[in-house]
């Protein structure tokens, strides 16, 4: 009787190691030579050893016999701070975790044990960032987001096959990225990190594999490629910055577009934007940059208030996605370095995804809530218009003499054939220039000025065609001998109500008898009723 009880036993745990034999040996023995083996014996245990010897797992686990009161967790030593029994709040924008695996890896995780993470720090023991000990890190900041935003812009949870799991609240956790049972490719990664793959499996962006900063053909950006996400990005926490990156927007983005190396870490750009942004004249970023939640991906409005608030500022992803930035043009109206970038339409309507330079300029000077409606210049390239340039469609103007080879009356401008750096050797873009309205050309705007201040009209117009009465048979009388500037008579982007890009708003051109008009009959005739430079004309034809 005893003996068919004993080989009774027996067949049973034999059946239970034999159940264990793959699954669990395999656990087990990936995890006993990692550094989640806290026991002595970190050489490795034989198979038949591991089995039967939990000493390692213990570490983060209790026997079975534990009470039910006590949570199956070894550890009594962590920080009240991540008390496991706690039930924590859930909320929309919550930046701890708040499932009970995360908060056992924060149990060891918090300093005392292993590297930390952030959390309510005490002010006798303030925690260091995980991925930057020396830097400390601010209270309870953002890790990674636990939670999915709701506009799911380039990001969606990870699929089926993808080896990254949620956990039972569908958030990502610690063991989302993480198995503390396997560390055969580093870091406990469920994922490789080379390349950023693991980065891939939840972040889907627009143009990545063809963008500059994820697929990098340069020779001088070889190294871009590989260090991917992690060149801007940190993992798990970063102190006052927000979407995980390693300094401000704009900082971060100087930090390699400066033409300079810092370290052998960086990847640096042979393009110095930095020493652009210190012209005179420059898109504003350096006005309050630290106000959060603008820039690139961002779901909330930051109006100018017509321009006076303290926040009235520029980020570089306002006009750039840095993640679809390439040196391949989208198309002649879209530089590549605009890829895949939001806009604002003719109209004032958002776009997901701008088509044209213009309706990325209209973001900020268009008709929306950054500008006042009576300054957009929108308002003035309308197509509406009695005249206007070619930016957002073809001119009306049948002819124009004065043009230079290359354009024609069937070309299309972008606002960066005006705005733009003043050096034609440095990095283009209306980013900055020592020229007023960050103008790449000279251009007087006031009333009088010599042709040399007229350099910005002579990049599309021909002077010898101008100053020789081509098209317009005063233009030389106006120019040489009264000595006016092209903006005297002329709005470069457009006039709602007169033809040639005539502007009459102006201090210097006052009515006649209550009449101020400008009627054309043909591409450079008509007449004009108005005062000015005190002569009087009265439907004086031209």
């Not at 601010?138 to 956990?167: K, Q, T």
């Not at 004249?281 to 820039?295: A, D, E, L």
């Not at 708003?505 to 009515?511: E, G, L, P």
Request: hydrophobic share 30%; net charge negative; proline share 6%.
């Amino acid at each position: 009787m005893i003996r068919s009880i004993v080989l009774s036993v027996a067949c049973i745990l034999t059946t239970m190691l034999s159940a264990q034999n793959v699954d669990d040996l395999q656990s087990k023995s990936k995890v006993a030579g990692t550094p989640h083996n806290l026991t002595q014996n970190k050489s490795g245990l034989k198979p038949n050893d591991l089995l039967t010897d939990y000493s390692f797992c213990r570490s983060c686990h209790v026997p079975h016999k534990a009470t039910a009161v006590e949570p199956l967790w070894y550890r009594k030593g962590a920080i009240t701070n991540f008390d496991l029994n706690k039930e924590l709040d859930v909320t929309n924008t919550h930046v701890h975790p708040l499932d009970p695996g995360s908060r056992k890896c924060l149990s060891c995780h918090d300093g005392s044990m292993a590297r930390s993470f952030p959390h309510r720090g005490e002010l006798l023991n303030p925690q260091v960032n995980l991925t930057a000990p020396e830097v400390r890190a601010p209270a309870n900041y953002n890790m990674h987001l636990f939670n999915f935003p709701e506009s799911g812009r380039e990001i969606s949870r990870p699929g089926d096959s993808s080896p990254l799991v949620l956990n039972s609240q569908d958030e990502v956790s610690c063991i989302t990225c993480h198995d503390p049972h396997n560390n055969e490719k580093g870091h406990f990664l469920r994922v490789s990190n080379q390349r950023s793959e693991i980065c891939l499996e939840c972040h889907h962006m627009q143009n990545w594999e063809l963008s500059t900063h994820g697929n990098s053909q340069n020779p001088l950006h070889a190294e871009l490629e590989e260090v991917a996400c992690m060149q801007c990005h940190e993992i798990h926490t970063l102190p006052t910055n927000a979407k995980l990156l390693r300094a401000d927007e704009n900082t971060l983005c100087f930090s390699c577009h400066d033409g300079s190396s810092d370290d052998s870490r960086e990847i640096a750009s042979i393009k110095n934007l930095e020493e652009v942004f210190e012209k005179t004249f420059t898109h504003p970023i350096r006005i309050n940059p630290n106000v959060t939640g603008v820039g690139y991906g961002s779901t909330t409005d930051s109006p100018w208030n017509f321009g006076l608030a303290n926040d009235r500022f520029v980020r570089c992803g306002d006009c750039h996605n840095p993640h679809a930035v390439s040196e391949k043009n989208i198309s002649p109206m879209l530089d590549g370095s605009l890829a895949f970038v939001k806009g604002v339409d003719a109209i004032g309507f958002n776009m997901d995804q701008a088509e044209f330079e213009y309706e990325v300029c209209y973001k900020c000077h268009g008709q929306n809530q950054n500008v006042k409606s009576g300054n957009d210049v929108a308002r003035l390239f309308s197509v509406g218009n009695r005249s206007f340039h070619p930016v957002e469609n073809l001119g009306l103007s049948g002819s124009v003499p004065s043009l230079k080879p290359g354009w024609s009356e069937q070309s299309l401008i972008t606002c960066s054939d005006c705005h733009g750096n003043d050096d034609k050797y440095g990095p283009q873009g209306p980013h900055g220039s020592s020229i007023p309205h960050i103008l790449s050309a000279p251009y007087s705007d006031i009333p009088f000025g010599g042709l040399e201040e007229q350099g910005l009209c002579f990049k599309c117009h021909d002077q010898r065609k101008i100053v020789g009465d081509d098209g317009f048979k005063f233009h030389n009388l106006h120019i040489n001998r009264a000595g006016y500037s092209c903006s005297a008579c002329h709005n470069p982007h457009g006039s709602p109500d007169s033809p040639g890009l005539i502007d009459l708003n102006q201090s210097h051109i006052t009515s006649f008898n209550g009449v101020k008009v400008i009627e054309g009959l043909e591409p450079g005739h008509g007449t004009c009723t108005l005062q000015c430079h005190d002569a009087k004309h009265i439907r004086e034809v031209y």
